[in-house]
């Protein structure tokens, strides 16, 4: 099993292009969740998806947009990139288990930068 | 709200001894859960240890041991027997449930250097 897997690993891009972040796990997880991390922040939460074709916001929607056609496959795209979403960002999935229990397996991670 | 705090943003500890790392938060739920995850210089995040709210015993892993103080409302990380291997970024997390989801709310993190 490959686990979480990310796509692109690093970008670099100018201010107002746009581009799209691809997550896939083979885990079979309902569950799929986008995060991004800055310095002394720790993860925030995009955006989520509990199920193939429905997603929700996060703490920091703004400026991401998101879609799982396919249950292994969760998309983040920026639209109109700008300097302040330079992060890592952080693709996750879970199963769903009784609520407490939400042990989130992570993707290694993409670094965006925004010039 | 679920808040997590976690006040150190360093921590140094000798090879072989053992370290806490702090972890308090702030909820209105009666049942969450409470997570550690281990982040080092490579990036990935590796799940740690987990608490539920509702477990009388403290969470053990291997040299991972979760100190559950629930009126105090804090779950500190215990590392026995440090190893170099441990230094990293660790983060404390705890789950929650918002709209339909199982959300995780994470600390800022603590960074754990190990001397030899």
């Known amino acids: 099993n490959a686990g979480v897997t990310q796509t692109p690993k690093f970008r670099v891009l100018k201010t107002g292009q746009s581009m799209t972040l691809l997550c896939a796990q083979d885990?079979?997880?309902?569950?799929m969740y986008w995060y991004r991390q800055d310095p002394g922040m720790g993860l925030r939460l995009i955006h989520y998806s509990v199920g193939e074709g429905t997603t929700a916001k996060g703490e920091v929607p703004d400026g991401y947009n998101v879609s799982r056609l396919k249950k292994q496959n969760f998309l983040l795209g920026l639209e109109s990139a700008a300097p302040s979403q330079t992060s890592v960002y952080f693709c996750?999935?879970?199963?769903?288990?009784?609520?407490?229990?939400?042990?989130?397996?992570f993707g290694p991670g993409t670094r965006l930068t925004v010039l | 709200a679920q808040k997590i705090t976690q006040t150190q943003p360093g921590m140094f500890v000798q090879e072989k001894e053992a370290v806490t790392l702090d972890c308090t938060y702030d909820?209105?739920?009666?049942?969450?859960?409470l997570f550690w995850y281990k982040q080092p210089s490579s990036g990935e995040m590796i799940f740690l240890i987990y608490?539920?709210?509702?477990?009388?015993q403290n969470a053990t892993e291997g040299r991972y041991s979760l100190n559950f103080q629930k009126a105090r409302k804090s779950a500190n990380l215990v590392i026995s027997a440090s190893q170099l291997g441990d230094s990293a970024m660790y983060f404390c997390a705890m789950s929650s449930l918002s709209g339909s989801a199982r959300q995780l709310t994470f600390g800022s993190g603590t960074q754990l250097t190990v001397l030899p």
């Open positions: 885990m079979n997880h309902e569950y």
């Open positions: 909820t209105s739920d009666q049942s969450y859960g």
């Open positions: 608490q539920g709210s509702y477990d009388e």
């Open positions: 996750a999935s879970s199963y769903s288990l009784g609520w407490l229990y939400n042990e989130q397996f």
